[in-house]
């Protein structure tokens, strides 16, 4: 990972500077040439549909002009240069819109899906190579393929892949996950879970609910499945990011333990307490609340937090520094969260 001095590194005067850089984990690139893929198909349709009845009239009005708005940041390499400088930010990894996941499509549509977005993830960031790390796709939907995904991303020299909290029918603890939990601990592979729709459907079409509450449940459903189905027991060394800081788990995580060590249909599945496994895990700091964002470092550990934007959507922040510094961490603490902890998952000889 290229490094150099950061605006938002304040190095003691009693200690030699390191260069070290700024690393939002948490933006996105908009793919043209996935949505030029699956335009028509069977299926697409009835997606959108659901996804519609799932945000409502109102959200969709105010999502599509926003979301317009922002092409040129989410597509421009040049666009999104500037913002980075104008926050202070050295690095971005980039992933797709999660809504280029298309987990509603067949085997041949989700295979040319995701090398497609791989491939053009990897141009997209190749405008800056110091400066811009990309994640790929893997189809949830057809565990064998994901796998396939996830080498084809590492081949074009990504370090890993996007994933949804669920595919249809499948949660993250389904057993036939288990090669692509076995290949991206093998590989030492970043996996970045990000939800796309609720499960909850309609119960959340007004006020914009199906964010607001949606994302923060999928979070937490998601990696409550890793940890209560042992998957973290069985793969130790898994590189995975929770966005949205994870979600309501972090902050409620004491019912979980609780559950553990009261009920025996809670504790079969894993052997620790689920508490235990938050510093197993890397969030992002985008929780919007700084009395939020330390009892995430409390309860993680500071060096299991890493800066998220969630750029360029209005759901993000602007000033991702600016919220990092709202929380009063301690300098170290600062320091880990703004960049040296994604140094470091990027680089693990990094010091």
Known sequence: ??????????????????PSPTVDVHAHVLLPEVEALVAGLPGLAEAKELDAR?????????????????????????????????????IQLVS?????????AGEETAEKVYRTANEATAAHCSAAPGRLRGLGLAPLQHPDLAVHALDHALE?????????????ARELSDPAYEPFWSRADETGAIVFLHPFGCTL???????????????PTENAVALSHLIFSGVLDRHPGLKLIAAHGGGYLPTHIGRSDHAWSARSDAGAGCAHLPSSYLKRLYFDSLVHDPHVLRELIRVAGAD??????????????????????????????????RGDNAAALFDPTHA
């Open 1 to 18: 990972m290229t490094a150099r001095p950061s605006p938002g590194h304040r190095p003691s005067s009693s200690v030699p500077a390191r």
């Open 54 to 90: 799932r945000n409502g009239p109102a959200a969709l009005a105010v999502s599509g002009p926003m979301v317009r708005e922002r092409i040129p940041r989410l597509t421009d390499p040049a666009e999104r240069l500037a913002a980075m400088d104008a926050q202070g930010v050295d």
């Open 96 to 104: 797709p819109s999660p809504s280029h996941y298309h987990y509603w």
């Open 156 to 168: 074009q020299g990504l370090p890993g892949v996007e994933i949804s909290s669920h595919a249809p």
């Open 201 to 215: 459907d309609e119960r959340l079409d007004r006020w914009y609910l199906s964010n607001t509450v949606g994302q």
């Open 304 to 337: 299991r937090v890493l800066l998220g934007s969630d750029y360029p959507f209005d759901m993000g922040a602007e000033d991702p520094l600016a919220a990092l510094r709202a929380a009063g961490l301690p300098q170290a603490a600062f320091d880990a969260v």
